[in-house]
């Protein structure tokens, strides 16, 4: 399969900036966008204009800011909308308007109260009118899997008619399976006469659980444009997590032959200043950026880390941005891991003194969750005999050593 470019379309500023508890200050978003710029995604949905004077502003100085990062705002299908987007995305090298509608019909009928042809009619002039101000416009069909397909395909065609350039059909309840959306992906993108004018993307939300997997699935069906978030954050349960698809993408590029622009080894990076700037921090057990995801506790798991870290580790913190493994002291760890982080710390032990110094350990840890250098130092001392903490201060915390590992809790 010849390898395509993925497009990255990150909408942590909107989607994920809308959700309870994650909402930022315009100098906050402004400092956000140059870190999404740094990182190298291709689109940075910066707000949705017409919302408040203070999303308008948002994507206005983002607009400034970004140097070659597309700027997009969202509109929904009314010319004020539109219009309100076009201004703020005005001062971008490249703007996008991004504009939606439901299409369902529990959305047309009980949201909207519109027939599927006045949906129909709002898309295409909203689409229009977009073009006026830039040739680069987004169609969303919002709630697009669960529309009628026959529907969904005739507005679909009439909006790439009408001059949009890329296709959304979002899963915006997180409703749909992977095998599911795939077809889904499929059946839009052979019965859309004109879809060969248009980049088809996905954006899948975490209700389930699935958002990554079925991003994953529609990026196999053709689509080539992603929108996903730092994090995952989003709407309830959030959306696609932009750091997993990008690793996945990375990782198992012999399943997913398609690339992206993204410096992985700024994901960190970009995961800490979001969780700084919000408040809100990821769990331990994250993808790619919880504080778990490269640390090891388990004496079988560390000792195979010591042999060769390819044995639990199927990418480099590095390649990430996170400094460095972590080998975590704990009840579940092994004489290996002891006697290496003795030895980080200048100390040899004979095999006597370092089986001593395990079981100490061990049971220090049974009262404590976690052994601290200190600690160690001091099991080390009692059973040596002698004061080491001295030589313990010679390695400053939180170094890289020779192997690439670190220690820490
Ligand atoms: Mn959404």
């Not at 109260?113 to 009118?129: D, K, M």
């Amino acid at each position: 399969m010849a390898e395509s470019r993925l497009v990255i379309f990150d909408t942590t500023l909107r989607d994920g900036e809308q959700a309870p508890g994650f909402s930022l200050r315009v100098d906050e978003k402004v400092r956000m966008a140059r870190q999404l710029e740094a990182l190298g995604v291709d689109i940075i949905e910066a707000g949705f204009p017409i919302a408040s004077e203070a999303d308008a502003e948002a994507v206005r100085q983002i607009s400034q800011t970004v140097e070659s990062t597309v700027v997009a705002a969202l509109a929904r299908c009314a010319p004020g909308d539109v219009d309100r987007a076009a201004w703020a995305i005005k001062p971008a090298r490249r703007g996008r308007i991004h504009t939606f509608i439901a299409t369902s019909d529990l959305h047309l009928s009980r949201k909207l109260n519109f027939t599927r042809e006045q949906a129909l009619g709002a898309a295409v002039s909203a689409v229009a009118r977009a073009r006026t101000y830039t040739d680069d416009v987004e169609f969303s069909a919002e709630d697009a899997t669960r529309t009628d397909p026959d529907f969904l395909c005739q507005v679909i065609e009439a909006v790439i008619d009408a001059g949009a350039t890329t296709i959304n059909l979002p899963d915006t309840v997180g409703y749909s399976t992977p095998d599911e959306i795939g077809s889904f992906f499929v059946e839009v993108i052979t019965r859309v006469t004109n879809a060969d004018k248009a980049t088809f993307s996905a954006h899948c939300h975490d209700d389930l659980g699935l958002a990554v997997a079925n991003t994953l699935a529609a990026i196999g069906a053709g689509a080539r444009q992603v929108e996903c978030t730092i994090n995952g954050i989003g709407e309830r349960a959030g959306n696609a997590s932009l750091e997993e698809i990008v690793m996945a993408t990375r990782v198992r590029h012999d399943r997913l032959a398609v690339s992206t622009g993204v410096r992985t080894e700024q994901l960190y990076a970009a995961s800490r200043l979001l969780t700084e700037l919000t408040g809100e921090s990821v769990q331990a057990n994250k993808a790619i950026v919880g504080r778990n995801a490269f640390a090891h506790e388990a004496g079988i798991h560390q000792d195979g880390m010591l042999k060769d870290r390819r044995c639990y580790e199927i990418m480099r913190p590095e390649d990430v941005g996170v400094p460095q493994s972590t080998l975590v002291l704990g009840r579940h760890s092994g004489r290996h891991a002891v006697a290496r982080r003795c030895e980080q710390l200048g100390l040899i032990l004979n095999r006597h003194d370092l089986d001593k110094v395990y079981r100490q350990m061990v049971a220090l840890a049974d009262r404590q969750k976690h052994i601290h250098d200190d600690d160690l130092a001091n099991i080390v001392a009692a059973v040596l005999g002698v004061p080491v903490t001295t030589r313990l201060r010679e390695t400053p915390p939180g170094v890289s050593h020779e192997a690439g590992y670190g220690f820490g809790v």
